[in-house]
């Protein structure tokens, strides 16, 4: 069960660490929200059920000092960023190679907020949420059009070069490209705002 509310006295409850039915329930309710979302930012199931173990263990240790404070922001704001803190481990070391993490770089700054600095360099999480993002995309596009995608963008290949190697068009290279990057972007604003 998934509702677009925090249950306040389910969180009184748990902050009770004593109270083993509020965790229960705790656990129950936001366990599988957490798995489909690893799940279909390419996690396997096994690391699935390791980030939303490790989560379960930082809320127990936060949730006896949390006080609920519309003003000061949601808890759904918390867990999501711990989700997809907890997520990002598992894609840190994708970014490792500098060439990758220029053409991450330059990505993120392309899709950043017109308000934001050009020149910012973009933070860890960021990468990571990008890394994400790639994966969700890669396993929805066709394969061709992610390979000219990789090659074209990731890669730094020429259009032409990409469409020899594929037998397309260099147009052809270009414009899915383009849409794969604009999916790309649109999976990176999503993961921004979280499942919760």
């Given amino acids: 069960m998934h509702c677009d509310t925090t249950d306040q006295d389910l969180l009184k409850r ?3 660490c004593e109270d083993q039915d509020a965790w ?3 656990v129950e309710f ?3 929200p957490i798995v489909k979302h690893c ?3 390419g996690l396997t199931s ?4 390791e980030v939303a ?3 379960f263990i930082r809320c127990f240790r936060y949730l006896p000092t949390f006080d609920y404070d519309k003003a000061v922001g949601r808890f759904r704001s918390w867990l999501n960023l711990m989700v997809n803190q907890q997520i990002g481990e598992h894609f840190r070391s994708r970014v490792r190679d500098e060439t990758v993490k220029q053409h991450f770089k330059e990505m993120l700054l392309e899709m950043a907020r017109p308000s934001q600095a050009a020149s910012q360099e ?3 999480h960021d990468y990571e949420l990008l890394s994400m993002a790639l994966q969700r995309v890669k396993t929805t596009v066709r394969p061709q059009h992610w390979q000219m995608f990789e090659a074209f963008v990731l890669q730094d290949q020429s259009a032409s070069q990409v469409a020899l190697q594929l037998g397309v068009s260099s147009v052809m290279v270009r414009v899915s490209a383009f849409r794969v990057r604009n999916r790309v972007r649109d999976e990176w604003k999503a993961l921004q705002n979280g499942p919760f």
């Avoid at 096994?46 to 059920?49: F, G, I, L, N």
């Fill in 14 to 16: 748990v902050r009770l």
């Fill in 24 to 26: 229960g329930q705790f």
């Fill in 30 to 32: 936001y366990r599988l």
């Fill in 39 to 41: 799940r279909s930012c």
């Fill in 46 to 49: 096994e690391q699935s059920d």
């Fill in 53 to 55: 173990q490790d989560c």
């Fill in 122 to 124: 973009p933070a860890a």
